[in-house]
């Protein structure tokens, strides 16, 4: 059984940077394609960004194109989210998930896709 734990959550002032990390524990097949969620107070859980094996497929929803980079080291077992250029509207605890045999039943985009996940850690972007 695989269990996945973030951290790197914190509180920065809007333009700042913070890299989430999302460590592994258990066996996770180098080809599983990893992904970072966020969920925002009284919204629902939204895509952030995607990342298929080693980086043959990344996907990043529109809004953090650009500011955001997903990244994975396999020898670790972990993958990472660097954030710049915060915006107070990045504000959310931020879960990682794992989809150890994506199928393509449900999009690469959609919670449906994961069947692991972590606890999440609380990113605060102030104005």
């Known amino acids: 059984q695989v269990q996945l734990v973030e951290s790197g959550g914190g509180l920065v002032q809007a333009g700042g940077s913070l890299r989430l990390s999302c460590a592994a524990s258990?066996?996770?097949?180098?080809?599983?394609?990893m992904a970072w969620f966020r969920q925002a107070p009284g919204e629902e859980r939204e895509f952030v960004a995607t990342?298929?094996?080693?980086?043959?497929?990344?996907y990043y929803r529109d809004s953090v194109k650009g500011r955001f980079t997903i990244s994975r080291d396999n020898a670790k077992n972990t993958v990472y989210l660097q954030m710049n250029s915060l915006k107070p509207e990045d504000t959310a605890v931020y879960c990682c998930?794992?989809?150890?045999?994506?199928?393509?039943?449900?999009?690469?985009?959609?919670?449906?896709?994961?069947?692991?996940w972590g606890q999440g850690t609380q990113v605060t972007v102030t104005s």
């Open positions: 998930a794992a989809s150890s045999f994506y199928n393509g039943v449900y999009s690469i985009r959609s919670v449906a896709a994961y069947d692991t």
């Open positions: 258990g066996r996770l097949s180098s080809g599983a394609v």
């Open positions: 990342m298929r094996g080693s980086g043959a497929s990344i």
